[in-house]
């Protein structure tokens, strides 16, 4: 079994920076692949971004591109989540998740394990 737990959300200003952390635990987790997604009320979840196992290969939301930062410390089993720039519109309860596929996925329905969230709430 895998557990997730995301910290690091909080209150912010608009143009603010906030760094999520997700510390994993289980076993291989360090070979399986990590994603952040958030959801906002009332809207489905939706991906933000995501990083291969070895930290080589990451992917973004073009909503997040250039302001938001994925990476990982293997060594601790955890995966973080640089927001810089941050906007109203980046207000949601973040997640993280992993899989075990070795392809880069933007899909939630193809991540195998979940965290319970973090709420970022950014003011204008």
């Known amino acids: 079994q895998v557990q997730l737990v995301e910290s690091g959300g909080g209150l912010v200003q608009a143009g603010g920076s906030l760094r999520l952390s997700c510390a994993a635990s289980g076993r291989t987790v360090s070979s399986y692949n990590k994603g952040w997604f958030r959801q906002a009320p009332g809207k489905e979840r939706e991906f933000v971004a995501t990083?291969?196992?070895?930290?080589?290969?990451?992917y973004y939301a073009d909503s997040v591109k250039g302001r938001f930062t994925i990476s990982r410390d293997n060594a601790k089993n955890t995966v973080y989540l640089q927001m810089n720039s941050l906007k109203p519109e980046d207000t949601a309860v973040y997640y993280c998740?992993?899989?075990?596929?070795?392809?880069?996925?933007?899909?939630?329905?193809?991540?195998?394990?979940w965290g319970q969230g973090t709420q970022v709430t950014v003011s204008s």
């Open positions: 990083i291969s196992w070895s930290g080589g290969s990451t």
């Open positions: 998740a992993t899989r075990r596929g070795a392809v880069l996925s933007s899909l939630p329905g193809e991540y195998d394990y």
